[in-house]
RNA sequence: GGGCCAAUAGCUCAAUCAGGUUGAGCGCCACUCUGAUAAGGUGGAGGUUCUCGGUUCAAAUCCGAGUUGGCCCA
């Protein structure tokens, strides 16, 4: 780029945005930004890697921003920032995305497909979402290695998850067990519990009494799930709860129920009894023990009747909720489960991974569990064992890809047990830093505390294989205890039978399910299960480092320096991290957690596809651009709290950056045309020639850079970047620049001027490179601009702004914080008192409240003369008064309050009442007693004096953050003097309108006609004629002929009637 | 059903930890300016600080119960 080039008129973020990207291509911007840092402290940033799942939403672009973000901050900083983008590709998701594809039903579709064709596909889907997805990345400016993401399908990243388990399996943390699981039917696999998602549905409710052997009545039970009757092996109750046996009475038959006592009016309701009798009392306790028939014994033959089956026991998980004695099936439920181990019943589970019950399920064989439902109630009821029967809307378990309704059945899986580790979880969570803390110390700390063991096997293709080979014949035994765990594909290579080269392998399940193992005359195969894909991202600390193949890199970087990522995470990739961190090296693998939000729509709702509010980036992009859109997310706090989107707010961001454009393109042409060397005129150079308003500006971006330095720290970006957009909109664009307009104008060269284009330029230069981490393509076509070929190929090579402690000047930041406060109260004043800036008031008085305010105000006197279009400008020093003024008082609550309790409020009101000559404490008392009726004694601390405004003249406090400091007087009183340049302004700004309406170049020459109506206003404008013609460059104020190049108008102004007429020179001479 | 977080102006948030007359920016309306112009300036309207109860002279702030939303778990 060309320095001080042509540039775009208005800020039009779409074609910038490509300039820029053609711009990054061509230098190579990315490559020669991560060169430069190259030599620097490494810093290991690892990227928490999206599930590929197709577009990026809004909550992954704010994720990705976050860590654009850290990663162009630490690399100006100097760091060598680890910057290898991850994807997520395994896992059932995309299955069933290719499922859907191919028209497949479920697994024996697979199974006629191929499995290594499925596999193809599965791999060739998930590429190509990859690259949507990486397309979406790109396109909002994220920097990250694109071309050489770590992939968890690839062979070396399925290795380092190989080696994990296989560490976590030398340290004994591997075992096989039955567990009950959660398992989707259709995809015939185990779910983990997050991925089993929960929502309403009708389901059957059912009250069953269970018969009991050798005593009169029933027990009854309550269930949603009808079918696992069939495997009910006991009946639960609560030790200490009261239980009643009732005769009960209906449609003239009675019969004795046992229920909780509590739960018994609600049972006799649902089961419409007309009557009954409480015949027995006892505790659960005093149950325990009771045998009963299996309601359905005749249609399953095979039901559980073993020594001590179908019997009464206490279990911890009984409530006093519907019945208060609960149906109990170890083949399903998990509780259930937990306790028949504990009692150490075998396991009964007559239904088959597809959700069909198996032939120990009697009559109902062949029978998928959830259409069985109706025929077991039927048979319930023909047994007579049906009390009542309805439905119920209760939130239940789906699968997270297909939405079918989960069962509870118990599988042989493989498990991590990191509840054998617990204790060096909760240790190692003490070894990272979070933001924000509560999120470690109250989300994160209970959830690891209640972790169960991580059931890490799922029965499916589409994942990285588990690397257990257990022996051919395992007859009765467990899997683990003969088990080879291989870690690496050498290891693999060296150990199977079959000759491969670890080199080339692909180690996906249809290549590695063919390879057997034998050793000492054991042969042994691999279990045909893959990783759950929680595992697959759990290694991505090394996984990302290309370990175990890369040792190298591992040794020098690891743990990871830094993770951003959602709150969900939690449960997910912080917790899996950990986990696997802890298994395998006993250490958590990351130092510092950064977790943000979600991205809410504009009401706070989540945004869905279902609900249609979703926004997609890209249409966010196309309206405000890229940068507004960053700055958008970039400016919501990071730490914990969702992120609402918004409109609204976008424009705002587009706005901060029209003006951050219009505040860089102003000085351009002049810069341009008074051939401004930057190089030459540097601030050093102009140094003795700084006035205090450009040391100013100097020392606010001082100020600037230190806050947001300090606020990056602690990942505030949202605090950064308010610093930053405060200190370009506020400061420079709308004090800064305002004031050193007129210096730019000046046709001279000037030591001023000079003086002014380097400040500016500097400024403008460092702004550029403080915006550039948060809106990448805007400031590096602003500092290409600016910098030309003297600068960097891109800003982003440019080193972090330190705090440079020449120009700091707080004393100075002060003094212009309350001159800007007197300069507004000023314009406030003028307002009240009717008079419009234009016109020149002869004085203004400022009366301070402090030596500062003084000090400043007589400092920079022209300056406020200036500003406020006065004549002159007079101080009243702190302590005199100025005579006319009346006084009340403000009370502060925290003196007041402690001294007069209950009276405060009403002493508080009074003293904001009261009406004083002269601010004195004893006026003060007297005017508050008086109006109270009593004596009110107060300390001086209790009160500050506040000046109030005489009717004929108008005057405005000023204040420092809420602190008043003194009134600003404006004397709007009218002169012959002020009334001419009053009016000779009205008749110049009204010429400058009509110039512009001809589409006149600023340098050109006209001819100008001026008759005003009234004469003695007439003679007044007369008097300012040289003035009229200097400011319009008017040759000659003669008639103006009507013509084609003449421009005629008549003005009301405040009701005096102004003809004018110009005509450009070069026309009329024509 | 349980845990964590949040709720203050139309919007985004500050003030909450250490209780003391609720503030800023944006938006809106009015006025104003017109040599940055899809800009700039001034003013105004807009709050039962989610609700109810408690502690206190005094509660947005502390405590309890609830409501709504988000995440996680069952």
């Known amino acids: 780029m060309s320095r001080f080039g042509e540039v775009d008129e208005g800020y039009d973020p779409q074609a910038l945005e490509r300039r820029v990207f053609e711009h990054w291509e061509a230098v190579d911007a990315y490559e020669q930004t991560r060169e430069r840092a190259a030599d620097g402290e490494p810093y290991f940033f690892v990227d928490g890697p999206p599930y590929t799942s197709g577009a990026a939403h809004m909550g992954t672009t704010w994720n990705k921003s976050l860590k654009d973000v850290y990663i162009r901050y630490l690399r100006m900083q100097g760091y060598d920032v680890t910057d290898r983008p991850g994807y997520d590709m395994h896992g059932l998701p995309i299955e069933t995305k290719v499922e859907e594809k191919l028209g497949f039903e479920n697994k024996k579709d697979i199974e006629a497909f191929g499995e290594e064709a499925f596999i193809d596909e599965c791999k060739a889907y998930a590429e190509e979402q990859l690259e949507a997805m990486r397309e979406d990345f790109e396109s909002f400016g994220v920097w990250m290695d694109w071309d050489d993401p770590y992939k968890t399908l690839n062979p070396e990243y399925m290795e380092a998850a190989w080696w994990g388990f296989a560490k976590a399996a030398e340290r004994g943390l591997v075992v096989q067990g039955k567990r009950s699981i959660s398992q989707c039917p259709r995809c015939e696999t185990g779910l983990a519990n997050n991925e089993v998602e929960y929502t309403d549905v009708e389901d059957p409710s059912i009250y069953v009494t269970f018969d009991l052997v050798d005593r009169e009545g029933a027990l009854v039970v309550w269930t949603t799930t009808p079918w696992t009757i069939p495997a009910n092996t006991f009946v639960a109750v609560a030790p200490d709860l009261e239980y009643v046996g009732v005769r009960a009475e209906r449609d003239g038959e009675s019969e004795v129920l046992y229920v909780a006592e509590a739960c018994l009016e609600e049972v006799l309701r649902e089961g419409r009894y007309d009557d009954y009798e409480v015949v027995d009392e006892r505790t659960g306790e005093e149950l325990v023990g009771w045998a009963y ?19 009464v026991y206490t279990a911890d998980y009984v409530e006093t909720d519907r019945t208060g004695l609960v149906h109990s099936a170890p083949g399903h439920g998990e509780e259930d489960f937990e306790r028949g181990r504990e009692l150490g019943f075998p396991i009964f589970c007559p239904v088959d991974g597809d959700g069909v019950y198996t032939a120990e399920a009697g009559v109902y064989e062949g029978e998928f569990v959830k259409e069985a439902n109706e025929r077991i109630i039927d048979d319930l009821e023909t047994n007579g064992a049906l009390l009542a029967s309805g439905t119920v809307s209760h939130s239940y378990g789906h699968c997270w890809r297909c939405d079918r309704g989960i069962i509870q059945i118990v599988t042989d899986q493989w498990f991590i047990t990191v509840t054998d580790v617990k204790d060096d979880l909760l240790e190692n969570i003490e070894d990272s830093e979070w933001f924000p803390d509560w999120a470690r110390d109250n989300r994160f700390r209970d959830f690891v505390e209640e972790a169960p063991d991580w059931n890490v096997s799922r029965q499916r293709y589409w994942g990285i294989p588990i690397p257990i080979w257990t022996p051919e014949e395992t007859p009765d035994g467990r899997g683990d205890e003969d088990m080879i765990v291989v870690a690496t594909r050498e290891e693999l290579a060296e150990r199977v039978d079959q000759e491969i080269d670890p080199e080339t392998i692909d180690i996906h399940k249809d290549t590695v399910d063919d390879l057997t193992i034998t050793e000492d005359g054991v042969t042994y195969t691999r279990i045909p299960d893959v990783f759950d894909v929680w595992l697959d991202s759990s290694v991505a600390s090394w996984g990302t480092l290309d370990f175990p193949e890369d040792q190298e890199r591992f040794d020098e970087l690891w743990p990871a320096d830094l993770i951003i990522e959602a709150h969900d995470q939690t449960r997910g990739w912080f917790w899996s991290q950990l986990g696997m961190g802890t298994t395998a090296l006993g250490e958590v693998p990351y130092d510092t957690v950064v977790m943000h939000g979600h991205a809410l729509d504009e009401d706070g709702r989540k945004m869905s596809k279902s609900v249609g509010n979703v926004v997609e980036p890209h249409e966010a992009i196309d309206r405000h651009g890229a940068d507004a859109m960053r700055l958008f997310l ?21 706005n901060h950056l029209r003006t951050l454009w219009n505040v860089f393109r102003f000085p351009l042409p002049y810069m341009r045309l008074d051939g401004f060397d930057p ?76 003086a002014a284009y380097a400040t500016l330029y500097h400024v403008l230069e460092r702004v550029t490179v403080l915006l550039a981490p948060f809106a990448p393509f805007v400031s590096e076509e602003i500092y290409g601009t600016l910098t030309g070929e003297d600068g960097h190929d891109t800003v982003h090579m440019s080193e972090w702004p330190a705090v440079e402690e020449y120009w700091v000047d707080e004393e100075l930041e002060t003094d212009v914080v309350a001159l800007r406060a007197i300069e507004e109260a000023g314009a406030h004043a003028r307002q009240q008192a009717g008079r419009k800036l234009r016109w020149p008031v002869p004085r203004v008085v400022v009366a301070a409240d402090d030596d500062d305010v003084a000090a400043a105000v007589e400092r920079h006197t022209d300056l406020l003369c200036e500003r406020l279009n006065a004549r002159e400008v007079e101080l009243v020093s702190p302590g005199d008064h100025w005579g006319e003024l009346d006084y009340s008082a403000n009370a502060d609550m925290s003196l007041l309050g402690p001294a007069f309790g209950g009276d405060a409020g009403r002493i508080m009101n009074a003293l904001n009442e009261a009406r004083i000559d002269d601010p004195t404490l004893e006026s003060l008392e007297r005017a508050v007693s008086e109006s109270l009726g009593e004596e009110i004694s107060l300390e001086s601390e209790m009160v500050s004096f506040v000046t109030e405004t005489p009717d004929d003249i108008a005057g405005t406090p000023f204040g420092v953050e809420g602190d008043d400091r003194g009134v600003v007087y404006v004397d709007a009183s009218l002169t012959d003097d002020i009334e001419s340049e009053g009016y000779a302004r009205e008749v110049i700004r009204r010429v400058q309108e009509m110039r512009k309406e001809l589409d006149l170049d600023v340098e050109e020459q006209i001819t100008l006609e001026v008759s005003v109506a009234d004469e003695r206003i007439a003679d007044l404008v007369a008097e300012r004629e040289d003035l009229i013609a200097d400011e319009v460059r008017a040759e000659a104020l003669t008639g103006v002929e009507d013509g084609d190049a003449s421009h005629r108008k008549t003005w009301d102004v405040d009701g005096v009637e102004i003809e004018l007429a110009i005509s450009p020179v070069s026309a009329s001479a024509a």
Do not use: C
């Open 679 to 754: 190089a030459e005129t540097t601030l050093e150079a102009v140094d003795d020639d700084l006035e205090r308003l450009d040391e100013w500006v100097l020392a606010r971006l001082q100020s600037t850079v230190e806050t947001m330095t300090d606020e990056l720290e602690v990942f505030r970006q949202d605090q950064a970047i308010e610093a930053l957009l405060s200190f370009i909109v506020d400061d420079v664009s709308r004090f800064y620049v305002q004031a050193v307009r007129e210096r730019m104008w000046e046709e001279t060269d000037s030591a001023s001027k000079r």
């Open 634 to 654: 970039l400016s919501a706090n990071p730490q914990g709290d969702d992120m609402r989107f918004s409109w609204e707010g976008m424009r705002t961001m587009e």
């Open 293 to 311: 028939e299996h309601p359905l014994a005749d249609e399953v033959p095979d039901h559980p009747s073993h020594e001590g089956a179908l019997e």
